[in-house]
């Protein structure tokens, strides 16, 4: 994803309680990896997932001679810097963020040829990351390294088809070519937004998502695009 949008990521755009990958419905086919991020939202290719990454990971053969490597390299990717001031990065052992190996990205995606997508488009490795803040509103941002430009389009191009539906609207996203914008509302009063891009080899998604008495849905589509950036730049500077 993005973090792809993922069945646990549509689930949670629709509901909105989520947004968009990650923090928002804990899980493809039941709630019981929500944990305490269930009644918020976001993350593309999402980013909590109903499995924890493995802490050991045998590189694996992609393609040719591209192998799956240790994904905690692209934490350096995903910094405080990427948020406001008031949001709190979330323990990644409650949240299932952090380091996105195979299999978590295959449990991220939730479809049944979840793997044999990912491997045939060169999946590598993924981190993501939630933030909290005290006014409820919370930030998923999620990167996906692949071993080629076309696989990650690829992959991005499915991501986005998944995440789409007839709960969800597209936004405009400016400043980051090519960029994918994606809007839910809930019946509880609560807004989220998802970017998605892909910036050379890698998928980006940047998802926000807070209550509307706290901010209004524009400002949740602002708060994701500006994430999205974020991570946009910090590829850029240090891949």
């Known amino acids: 994803m993005i973090l792809p949008m993922s069945a646990r990521t549509r689930a949670a755009v629709a509901s909105v309680a989520l947004l968009a990958v990650a923090a928002c419905s804990g899980g493809h086919s039941s709630s019981s990896g929500a944990t305490t991020t269930s009644s918020t939202t976001t993350s593309v290719v999402a980013a909590t997932s109903s499995s924890s990454p493995s802490s050991t990971s045998t590189p694996t053969t992609v393609s040719g001679t591209c192998t799956q490597a240790d994904p905690k390299v692209l934490a350096t990717l995903v910094p405080q810097r990427l948020v406001p001031t008031g949001f709190v990065m979330q323990p990644e052992a409650t949240n299932q963020t952090g380091p996105t190996d195979f299999t978590k990205a295959v449990s991220d995606d939730g479809e049944p040829d979840a793997s044999a997508v990912l491997k045939a488009d060169g999946f590598r490795r993924g981190y993501q990351r939630l933030w909290a803040h005290a006014d409820h509103r919370k930030v998923i941002a999620v990167v996906y390294e692949f071993c080629s430009l076309s696989g990650a389009k690829a992959y991005a191009t499915r991501a986005e088809r998944l995440g789409t539906s007839g709960t969800t ?57 500006s994430v999205a950036k974020g991570l946009v730049a910090e590829l850029t500077a240090n891949v």
Do not use: K, W
């Open 169 to 225: 609207s597209p936004f405009t996203v400016t400043g980051i070519p090519g960029a994918v914008g994606i809007t839910a509302h809930d019946n509880a009063g609560s807004s989220t937004a998802l970017v998605q891009a892909t910036p050379g080899r890698y998928v980006i998604v940047a998802s926000a998502s807070g209550p509307t008495t706290v901010a209004t849905q524009a400002q949740i589509e602002q708060l994701a695009t």
